[in-house]
């Protein structure tokens, strides 16, 4: 009876010890691979957070699971399910870079389209200005030549960091930029009774 009982303890110390050597031996990949995953995800996350933040929550969610697994010391699912969950996190990468360079090609028509008439335009409203506040000039009767000469002040500086959002590649701060000049610049000539800059041929409303 002695021998069958230490037998079976002997038995059962065995079986622990092979799963305990089978549980080391797959922590390694595992945690290779978990690593992979996280690493892919890190580089994925800020395109995807601001381009396809819906698709970016799901493979989190899916990263979360895995990282429990391993916590839970399920290394077999990790080694098992990792290379799928890398293949997401990579087509992740991929939507949110394409839909990142579709963004960016419409933010610099929008840009282009926005700023290709405002260097005429600025000129137009600063020599209309400067002819107002000649003396002598009936034009400028009922029009308050100081306060449009600050409101356009105040356009171009907004255009000059405008100017500098586009350049350091901050597109989106560039076109909401330029469309707020466009519109100062618009408020500036209806002020000085000037016509839309912009249109065909820019003249003094009579």
Do not use: H
């Amino acid at each position: 009876m002695t021998s069958l009982l230490g037998f079976t303890r002997n038995s059962i110390i065995l079986a622990a010890a092979i799963m305990f050597a089978g549980c080391a031996d797959n922590m390694e990949p595992a945690q290779k691979m978990l690593a992979q995953v996280q690493t892919a995800m890190s580089a994925a996350r800020a395109d995807a957070q601001k381009y396809v933040p819906d698709k970016l929550k799901d493979v989190e969610g899916s990263v979360a699971r895995l990282q429990s697994a391993f916590d839970g010391k399920d290394y077999a699912t990790v080694i098992t399910a990792g290379p799928a969950m890398l293949a997401d996190v990579k087509d992740l990468a991929t939507a949110a870079a394409a839909k990142k360079t579709d963004v960016t090609q419409t933010l610099n028509a929008e840009w282009s389209k926005i700023t290709a008439a405002l260097p005429a335009q600025v000129g137009a409203i600063q020599q209309r200005i400067n002819d107002l506040g000649k003396r002598g000039n009936k034009q400028a009767k009922g029009i308050d030549v100081p306060a449009a000469q600050a409101a356009f002040t105040d356009a171009t500086g907004r255009w000059s960091t405008a100017q500098a959002a586009f350049a350091a590649g901050n597109l989106e701060d560039a076109v909401s930029g330029a469309k707020d000049v466009k519109s100062k610049l618009a408020a500036v000539a209806d002020a000085i009774k000037l016509q839309a800059p912009g249109s065909a041929t820019t003249a003094v409303a009579k």
